[in-house]
């Protein structure tokens, strides 16, 4: 896909947290999936899963600043880490990753046309002490679950430090 493995991420993220403490400015954080993605696959076949998977990741990189970090994380999850960045930064790069992804061309078979949308976890504080970067990866990815619980294609924040209204497509 051409960006960096979850092993990089968790190196950076670490070290993204201690400067976060230092500086006493926010890190911001996204877990994003690609929305019916094993459909998507089993459709489409995992050649084009693959080329989907590319082109989402070049959306991705397309919004981020030099700074961040846009990281496959697993099977259809990427994550991404932003740097001094608060949740409206966060918030806002994450719809423009969702807008983008919603354009990409859709996929025809047959007579089904298939788009790709994904849905965005986003989060973006000073980590705590002892605040480890599994505990933000956990806190994106509930605000996650909940983007997919409330229907998809969609961007939401994590819970009480970062708490405001849903971002909506």
């Not at 094993?38 to 990741?57: E, F, M, P, T, W």
């Not at 970067?133 to 509930?142: I, K």
């Given at each position: 896909?051409?960006?960096?493995?979850?092993?990089?991420?968790?190196?950076?993220?670490?070290?993204?947290?201690?400067?976060?403490?230092?500086?006493?400015?926010?890190?911001?954080?996204?877990?994003?999936?690609?929305?019916?993605?094993?459909?998507?696959?089993?459709?489409?076949?995992?050649?084009?899963?693959?080329?989907?998977?590319?082109?989402?990741?070049?959306?991705?990189?397309?919004?981020?600043?030099?700074?961040?970090?846009?990281?496959?994380?697993?099977?259809?999850?990427?994550?991404?880490?932003?740097?001094?960045?608060?949740?409206?930064?966060?918030?806002?790069?994450?719809?423009?990753?969702?807008?983008?992804?919603?354009?990409?061309?859709?996929?025809?078979?047959?007579?089904?046309?298939?788009?790709?949308?994904?849905?965005?976890?986003?989060l973006s504080r000073i980590p705590e002490a002892g605040e480890r970067a599994a505990d933000l990866l956990r806190g994106a990815d509930q605000a996650l679950y909940r983007a997919k619980d409330e229907g998809r294609n969609c961007v939401r924040p994590a819970g009480p430090a970062t708490s405001g209204?849903?971002?909506?497509?």
């Amino acid at each position: 896909t051409g960006v960096a493995n979850r092993r990089r991420l968790m190196e950076a993220l670490d070290a993204a947290i201690e400067r976060s403490r230092a500086r006493q400015l926010p890190v911001g954080l996204m877990v994003i999936d690609v929305d019916h993605f094993k459909q998507y696959n089993d459709q489409h076949g995992h050649l084009a899963g693959d080329v989907a998977l590319r082109a989402i990741a070049q959306a991705l990189q397309s919004v981020m600043r030099e700074q961040d970090l846009v990281a496959r994380f697993g099977g259809e999850e990427f994550a991404c880490l932003l740097i001094d960045a608060d949740i409206e930064v966060v918030a806002g790069c994450a719809e423009r990753m969702r807008a983008l992804v919603e354009a990409l061309p859709p996929r025809t078979l047959g007579n089904r046309t298939q788009t790709v949308t994904i849905s965005a976890g986003v989060l973006s504080r000073i980590p705590e002490a002892g605040e480890r970067a599994a505990d933000l990866l956990r806190g994106a990815d509930q605000a996650l679950y909940r983007a997919k619980d409330e229907g998809r294609n969609c961007v939401r924040p994590a819970g009480p430090a970062t708490s405001g209204d849903p971002v909506a497509p």
